[in-house]
């Protein structure tokens, strides 16, 4: 399935095409694939973008490529230099992940910053099936609360 300009479906095949054509990956984000079908809410959703955002900005995971930066004067959009930036948003992810508690940030982590999908990370924890959207759900929600979001 393509997305034209305009934002509509069409199909990858024949057919004059308008606009520009841009493939969307569904399976690129779990938590955007339980968005999308209805399984989380927009607070749930947006508090574990902002758990994800600062996993990235703070630099946890291993990196396999070069780093580079979108500014050469190493100036961020906050005002903070990259390595202030890097601390101030492990504080806010160890914040959150302590907000989410224990039991809770095991599933929050694997799914919202790993990108495992649930059945990946219900086996990994040794949970039985359909087990992991309940407690992911609690989690974000927990995340939710700790972000102050409405």
């Not at 996993?55 to 230099?81: F, H, K, Q």
């Not at 219900?122 to 989690?139: S, Y």
Request: contains cysteine; charged residues 30%; positive net charge.
């Amino acid at each position: 399935m393509r997305i034209d300009g305009e934002g509509r479906r069409s199909p990858m095949s024949g057919g004059a095409r308008t606009g520009r054509t841009v493939m969307v990956n569904r399976a690129e984000s779990p938590l955007a694939w339980l968005r999308a079908r209805g399984l989380i809410d927009v607070r749930q959703f947006e508090a574990g973008e902002r758990l994800r955002a600062d996993y990235e900005r703070a630099s946890i995971a291993p990196s396999v490529t070069m780093r580079w930066t979108p500014r050469v004067d190493g100036g961020e959009a906050d005002g903070l230099d990259p390595t202030t930036a890097q601390i101030a948003a492990k504080r806010r992810f160890d914040a959150a992940m302590a907000a989410a508690g224990p039991g809770l940030k095991d599933v929050a982590w694997r799914v919202i910053c790993a990108g495992e999908t649930l059945p990946v990370s219900e086996k990994a924890l040794g949970w039985p099936a359909r087990a992991g959207r309940l407690v992911l759900t609690l989690a974000l929600d927990r995340l939710a609360d700790h972000y102050g979001l409405r």
